[in-house]
């Protein structure tokens, strides 16, 4: 039972980590359970790499004592073995290698060198490497996790080095390119920007890219005159209103309900099932009490905070694992999946984790009611909110959301109760005050800010699908830039005044002086050339995807 539990953990947060496992541990145990099929192939997988390996180890005691040679023979014999390609079968294999790599675990140090090959194999057709890694060194045995550790390093190299070659798809005319710039310690940093991948002419769209997640501002949900999904303005009397819905949503169309429904919805603010139907299982009334509870206490947060990024950051979660239990039941609804990448197989995480964030601060209990929510919805996604999890992905919403504004904004927005530097901001060139709501993206997440943006965001079709509009002619690698803020010079404003402003709003919402040409020209004509020693950029990327990509970074 000890080895079917460690299983079961690693399967259930593997799913939560990355969004593609959840109904995977689900599945696994009822075909184990039902199939003497599958059951005698997991035995059949286990005699053969018992067999192949272990006879070559019995003099092993641990991972340290593993001979380099037998640890490269044993990773060519894997690499040379046919991995599958189906995607349901790639899933099945990822459970059946994780099951056998667990039973092998509990045999001793003898297996540690097929254990972690059975890892190894497990991790070749994960979709998202680094989560993986940080799962197994939580529940992989450290013996075993320090052999397994010796063979996915070039792996992970070639992966990380390959996806910009799958994103942004070709169709969005940009590319993303490295850049060195100073970080304001004397050191230089890698940061990634978006180049044009052809002419554009001004006033040219360059892209449509859809929200991945959206927030309504709370002081408009509800009211009916937005729609909770995405944004966009409705008519008086026409709102939709599900029977059941704790943050009280209305929406536009029956669309924008299903959508809402199939991809976060259901399993963060309604009672219904979390799974598609035949995944769900029995849930007593008790239970339904509890999460009942748990919805209530986190909207309550989410009201009282009136900040977005708590709730971006719940329906990013929710998202991932929708995507990936909807794939779990044939014919059944599926949930839209963003076409994000030419190729590569890759998930929402992926995108995710390569994007710069922020060092955020969570509201009080914050993390603790997310988990309540997570966890009575589905047990064990809980697992995947840890303070440090937590706190990385506020980050990333806080310091890449877009705020999504119609025409020249309203002009009906509460003043903030807040302090001025802790007021949420986004990136809206009308600022944020004049916003109906944040969303976040993966592509224009890669967009640096400048006092004089080459590219604005606009959202002409009424709702949250961003269009992003050239503001001059652009060549072929040119930088493509936006503001996030208000940068116009107003009335009342002297030069030095209006750049004293911007500047205080970029660093406390984003952590970082301006470098721009406009910042840098209006300071040299004010005599305030001294300031241009710019502070540091706080702005970082995880230890995993900074090793990978900022290693050979020349030093200045």
Known sequence: MATTSRTSTILTVATIAVGGLAAYAIYFDYKRRTDGNFRRKLRKDKKRIVKSQASSETSKTGADETEA??????????????MPTNPEEREKYFMAQVSIGEQLCAQGPVYNLPAA???????????????????????????VFKVFSRG?????????????NFFPPKSMNVAVENLDVPDGTGRLMRKKILVANKDIAAGEVIYKEGALVTALD??????????????????????LRPDSDRLNSVYCSNTCQLEAKLEYQSLLFTLEPPLPVGLTPDVSDSAQEDRDAAQKAFVAYLNHSAKASPELVAKFIARQVSIETSKMVPGGQPVPTPALADGGDYT??????RLRFLEVKPGKNEMKLLGEVLQTALPGLEQFVT??????????????????????????KPEPKERPEDVEKTRTPLGTARQVGAAFYAVSSYISH????????????GNAELHLIATRDLKKGDEITVSYIDVAQHEDETTVDARRRRRMELARGWRFACPCTRCAEEAAESGQTSEE????????????????????????
């Open 69 to 82: 040679n037998d640890l490269r023979g044993a990773l060519e014999k894997v690499r040379a073995e046919e």
């Open 117 to 143: 090959m059975c890892f190894y194999r497990a991790f070749r057709v994960y979709p998202s490497p680094v989560e993986l890694i940080v799962i197994y060194q939580k529940t992989v045995p450290e013996p």
């Open 152 to 164: 996915f390093r070039v792996r992970l190299s070639v992966r990380k080095l390959g996806y910009y």
């Open 218 to 239: 709370l002081d408009l949900q509800g009211k009916g005159t937005h729609c909770s999904h995405c944004l966009r303005e409705i008519g008086d009397g026409t709102a």
């Open 348 to 353: 929402l995480y992926d995108h995710l984790e």
């Open 387 to 412: 303070e440090e999890r937590h706190g990385t992905l506020l980050g990333k919403m806080a310091y890449n959301s877009y705020g999504v504004f119609f025409g020249n904004g309203r002009d009906d």
């Open 450 to 461: 400048s006092c004089a943006p080459s590219a604005r965001p606009s959202f002409d079709d």
């Open 533 to 556: 020693s710019a502070p540091r950029d706080e702005s970082k990327v995880e230890p995993t995807v900074s090793r990978a990509e900022e290693s050979d970074i020349p030093k200045p």
